[in-house]
C-alpha cells in the first residue's frame, strides 16, 4: 500500500511526497528492493537535477546513506550491484562498462536494466530486445528509475535515427 502510493506520487513527480512515502515503505519493509531502488534513483536524480535546493541537498546526503545501508541488507544483489556501479559512474562522468553490465544479464538473465547501458554504449548495436522490453515495462511504471532508464533508451534510438537518415 505504500509502495503504491511512493509509486503514483513519483509517477506524478510529487518527488518529496514520493520519498517519503518510499521511506515509509522500507520503515515497514525493509527487505523491499524495488522501493530501494526506487528512492535511490529518485534521490539521485532529484540530487542532480532538483529544483528546489533544500531536498536536493537532502536527497544527495540520504542517498549515500541509503546505499550504504542497502549494501548491508541486499549484500550481493545485481540490481544493487548495478545501480551503486551505475550511478557512481555517471557521478564520475563515466559509463559503467558494457562488460560488467554483460556478466550480470549473464548472472540475472530476468534483470533487465544493465542492458540500457549495453544498448547506450553499443549505439544500440547490443541488447536491443532487452531494451525494448525495459520501454515497454517502464512505460506502465513511470517512476524516476523508470523514467531515466527510458529516456537513455530512446535518446539511442533517437540518435539512430538521426544517423540513418539519407
Same mark, same amino acid.
Given at each position: 500500500?505504500?509502495?503504491?502510493?511512493?509509486?503514483?506520487?513519483?509517477?506524478?513527480?510529487? /518527488?518529496?511526497?514520493? @520519498?517519503?512515502?518510499?521511506?515509509? &515503505? *522500507? !520503515?515497514?519493509?525493509? =527487505?523491499?528492493?524495488? #522501493?530501494?531502488?526506487?528512492?535511490?534513483?529518485?534521490?539521485?536524480?532529484?540530487?542532480?537535477?532538483?529544483?528546489?535546493?533544500? /531536498?536536493?541537498?537532502? @536527497?544527495?546526503?540520504?542517498?549515500? &546513506? *541509503? !546505499?550504504?545501508?542497502? =549494501?548491508?541488507?541486499? #549484500?550481493?544483489?545485481?540490481?544493487?550491484?548495478?545501480?551503486?556501479?551505475?550511478?557512481?559512474?555517471?557521478?564520475?562522468?563515466?559509463?559503467?562498462?558494457?562488460?560488467?553490465?554483460?556478466?550480470?544479464?549473464?548472472?540475472?538473465?530476468?534483470?533487465?536494466?544493465? #542492458?540500457?547501458?549495453?544498448?547506450?554504449?553499443?549505439?544500440?548495436?547490443?541488447?536491443?530486445?532487452?531494451?525494448?522490453?525495459?520501454?515497454?515495462?517502464?512505460?506502465?511504471?513511470?517512476?524516476?528509475?523508470?523514467?531515466?532508464?527510458?529516456?537513455?533508451?530512446? #535518446?539511442?534510438?533517437?540518435?539512430?535515427?538521426?544517423?540513418?537518415?539519407?
Amino acid at each position: 500500500m505504500l509502495r503504491a502510493y511512493a509509486v503514483t506520487a513519483d509517477a506524478n513527480g510529487h /518527488f518529496q511526497a514520493a @520519498a517519503a512515502s518510499y521511506e515509509a &515503505a *522500507l !520503515l515497514s519493509d525493509p =527487505s523491499d528492493v524495488e #522501493a530501494t531502488l526506487n528512492l535511490a534513483v529518485l534521490y539521485w536524480r532529484v540530487g542532480r537535477f532538483g529544483q528546489t535546493s533544500e /531536498f536536493r541537498d537532502y @536527497a544527495r546526503e540520504r542517498l549515500s &546513506a *541509503l !546505499l550504504e545501508t542497502a =549494501s548491508t541488507r541486499f #549484500a550481493g544483489r545485481a540490481e544493487l550491484r548495478f545501480w551503486k556501479r551505475h550511478i557512481a559512474a555517471t557521478e564520475a562522468g563515466e559509463s559503467l562498462a558494457p562488460e560488467e553490465c554483460r556478466r550480470l544479464l549473464h548472472e540475472r538473465p530476468d534483470y533487465l536494466e544493465p #542492458a540500457f547501458v549495453v544498448f547506450m554504449n553499443s549505439a544500440g548495436e547490443e541488447a536491443e530486445p532487452q531494451a525494448m522490453r525495459l520501454l515497454v515495462d517502464y512505460s506502465e511504471h513511470p517512476t524516476a528509475r523508470g523514467r531515466y532508464v527510458t529516456s537513455v533508451i530512446q #535518446a539511442v534510438m533517437q540518435k539512430r535515427r538521426w544517423h540513418s537518415r539519407p
